[in-house]
């Protein structure tokens, strides 16, 4: 007899798994609260897709489209930022929300903290943008880095740095 997954009841700042859940937590998902597991909403779409839970919206059972649905209504970036969360946890990295609605902080294996900044192929961002989100990241310490998402689903990663040519 298959292991009953645990159940994520999803509520518009994420889901709550209120049994079962240890192995995710000790995993290092979500926070623990006084109703159980508090996951985000990356969290339970990615464990909702990689068949580790099951998932209830508005009392009945849902799938990962009827998840991801419930949450692009909520926030037009949520496909862009699953596509890179899944490809940053599919590198063995664990990405959890970073500042800014389109961001994702995680540790590097050297300990460095990185902000990935996530943009879709073709949407217009100004350069003065990029350099805001750029001084945001290393006044706070962290390696800012930009994932752009193509038409395909594909990202393609850059490292962003900020230099001053010499004069001469």
């Known amino acids: 007899m298959a292991e009953a997954r645990p159940v994520a009841v999803v509520t518009e700042e994420g889901a709550v798994i209120r049994e079962g859940y240890q192995e995710l937590k000790m995993e290092g998902y979500g926070f623990e609260g006084p109703e159980g597991l508090r996951l985000t909403p990356l969290e339970t779409a990615y464990l909702l897709y990689k068949g580790r839970i099951s998932a209830t919206l508005d009392g009945r059972e849902a799938g990962f489209r009827d998840l991801m649905a419930y949450y692009s209504r ?17 590198r063995g990295r664990k990405p959890v929300q970073g500042p800014s609605r389109n961001s994702l902080v995680f540790r590097d294996p050297r300990g460095n903290i990185v902000e990935v900044y996530v943009l879709e192929e073709n949407r217009v961002i100004s350069l003065i943008d990029v350099l805001e989100m750029l001084e945001a990241s290393v006044r706070n310490g962290r390696t800012p880095v930009l994932a752009i998402v193509d038409r395909h689903g594909d990202v393609t990663y850059y490292a962003i740095n900020r230099f001053t040519p010499r004069r001469g």
Do not use: A
């Open 74 to 90: 909520r926030n037009e970036l949520m496909w862009v930022m699953f596509t890179v969360y899944y490809d940053l946890r599919k």
